[in-house]
């Protein structure tokens, strides 16, 4: 049927068909190791890619990348594939190739694929992380005060510089937010730096994948097959599956509501589903269950690979509705609820005993039970497996290459973006208050100099006041000394008897002698005559200046 997948045939020819509008019901491929699921999942992808259904798988082995090849008449299972066509009636069985797009978290074998912290979210980083209750409700005011403050969370430098700021501003958040410790940043902050040594780094950042480019067919109206280089990725369990539940969750919350289309609007498969379930807590586990169930409306189809069904926990594998079960060992009584398990969920065929086939099938056959076009599940058929029409193996680095380059996507995503974030708005923040507390205390340093300076100053004038005062009052002092000094001389010099005896002597006979003096010259200048009016008068004058000098 053209709005079907051939799924593969049983031995009474029974025809097996996935049904294109029930595809986004979500199924199961599991099986133990080596039992042909690889093949099954080749099979599918290329189905839906015919059908114009586009698809993300995840290659963990490397060999789904022969998807981008047409397998070749040389090849050692050609024979093996011929004949399984012949038995199953598929006549018009040839190789072909289908158009892919190669991705890498590590940006080696495919274009990088990026989101930002932002995107990821709390929840799925602090799974990523292993953090505890308390670490993970830190981690969620962080991410609450950057984007309360606009501090865009792009890489995990930006989560960083974040994390120290919620650390410096601890005691303010506490406040507001509830215990923020510093010991908890600090316990988030090692875990970071463990998921730098993972190579997380470069899944952080931008420019960040448009789902758009994963939803897209080529220019035959092929579907296009996106396949995740995972063989490095493996060797980082948590975050090979949280990325892919982001991934998941993504599409969740980008597509818009479509119900149910007549064939799915993208088809994601997720092998190692057991990696998704390991230690995931509760709250987690629900939200994988939600995301499950709901994004069937979203016109998307998720397909779980395991080796053991029971992987899948019972709330998630209730949406599973297209099982494809190859063989299971029954060797350890976890193998064995395995096939009990299994052989419950299929519906009943009175012609298979599904808990003894399930552990005698063969490489390449598989109990099938798919959806009908009315709903209901097939009844449960031991089925041969379609033989894939691509390479079944992977393609050398050479061909990779050039498939890249070649790719609908270009280079769009090989150039890393840094546009200013939180690293950076948080360091340009941090200098203006180093350079702020800097002139703040230039200025105070300047302020206490200026005081000190004036303080000094004020010191000096006192102590210069109080110098010039001292020599005041010391020559004040002096000069009253000096005084007293002069006076007591004189009063010792005046009370002296001998002198008074000398001065009064000296006074008298500077007297007389003055007297005979002015005499003698009034005589000489005027003659011996005293009876003129001008005489008398000059010689009065004479003998007073003669007199006066004489007395001096």
Known sequence: MADSIFIGASKDGARQELVLKRANRHGLIAGATGTGKTVTLQGLVEGFSA???PSF????????????????????????????????????????????????????????VRTTISEMGP?????????????????TIAFHVADKEGLLLLDLDDLQAMLAECANRADELTVTYGNVSKQSVGAI?????????????????????????????????????????ADKLMASPKLYSTFLLWLLSELFETLPEIGDPDKPKLVFFFDEAHLLFNDTPKALLEKVEQVVRLIRSKGVGVYFITQNPIDIPDTVAAQLNNRVQHKLNAFTPRDQAAVRSAATTFRANPGVDVATAITELKVGEALVSLLQPDGAPSPVERTLIR?????????????RGVLIKLDGVGDKYDTVIDRESAEELLAAKAGEA??????????????????????????????????????QKDADRQARL???????????????????????????????????VANEVTKAVFGGKRGGAAGGILGGLVRGVLGGLFRG
């Open 51 to 53: 059908a114009g259904v």
């Open 387 to 399: 033989p894939p029409s691509a390479r079944v193996g992977p393609v050398t680095p050479v061909e």
């Open 57 to 112: 798988v995840a290659d963990v082995k490397g060999d789904l990348s022969g998807l981008a090849m047409a397998g070749s008449p040389q090849s050692k299972t050609h024979e093996i594939f011929a004949a399984r066509a012949a038995e199953i009636g598929l006549t018009d069985w040839a190789y072909a190739d289908n158009p892919v797009q190669f991705w890498d978290l590590f940006g080696q074998q495919g274009h990088p």
């Open 189 to 229: 902050q090692r875990s970071l730096l463990q998921l730098r040594s993972q190579g997380a780094e470069n899944f952080f950042g931008e420019p960040a994948l448009d789902i758009n480019d994963l939803i897209a067919c080529d220019d035959k109206g092929r579907g296009i097959v996106n396949i995740l280089a």
């Open 482 to 516: 000096d005084a007293q000094a002069q006076r007591k001389a004189e009063r010792e010099e005046a009370n002296n008897p001998w002198n008074r005896a000398v001065t009064s002597a000296t006074r008298s006979a500077s007297t007389a002698a003055g007297r005979v």
């Open 123 to 139: 929840v799925l980083l602090a799974r990523l992380m292993d953090l505890n209750e308390v670490q993970e409700g830190v981690l």
């Open 434 to 471: 180093a350079a702020a507390a800097a002139a703040a205390k230039a200025e105070n340093e300047a302020e206490k100099a200026a005081a000190l300076q004036a303080k000094a100053d004020a010191q000096a004038a006192k102590e210069a006041e109080r110098a010039r005062v001292q020599a």
